[in-house]
């Protein structure tokens, strides 16, 4: 029994050690926070995040943070948003044309045409150890 105990808490180590990594990049500022929000389908996207985590954005280094998630290998695909909340109200702050006026971006790397990227777009199979660059613009 004890060794069937100590094979799983190794294995969660293991795991633990191999999370996906988001390396942001684009921050022109280390004040606020990065508001990153994960979503598993087109349903729900943009609508309702099946994962979500707010960072502190004061470890911002040459304008890039990494940014470790495990949780995120739990997953069969995902789907991120990333926006950082310059002010530190928790919202995406827009112009009144509803164009974003904080920096924003989207895994893959994913635009959208006169409007957020798509789902199909932004989604891959997160896999521990992966990393997955976002550019905000």
Do not use: C
């Not at 105990?5 to 926070?33: D, Y």
């Not at 919202?91 to 789902?119: H, I, Q, W």
């Amino acid at each position: 029994m004890q060794r069937i105990i100590i094979a799983i808490a190794a294995s969660l180590l293991a795991t633990g050690a191999q999370a996906v990594e988001l390396k942001i990049e684009g921050l022109k500022s280390n004040q606020g926070r990065l508001m990153v929000a994960a979503f598993d389908s087109g349903d729900s996207w943009l609508r309702k995040p099946v994962l979500a985590k707010t960072v502190d954005a004061s470890a911002v280094k040459d304008g890039t943070l990494s940014i470790d998630w495990p949780e995120l290998d739990g997953l069969p695909r995902a789907a991120l948003t990333v926006f950082h909340d310059l002010n530190g109200n928790g919202k995406l702050d827009t112009n009144a044309m509803g164009m974003p006026t904080e920096p924003l971006g989207y895994s893959n790397n994913a635009v959208g045409n006169f409007g957020p990227a798509r789902f199909d777009a932004a989604v891959f199979e997160p896999k521990p150890g992966q990393r997955q660059q976002i550019r905000l613009n």
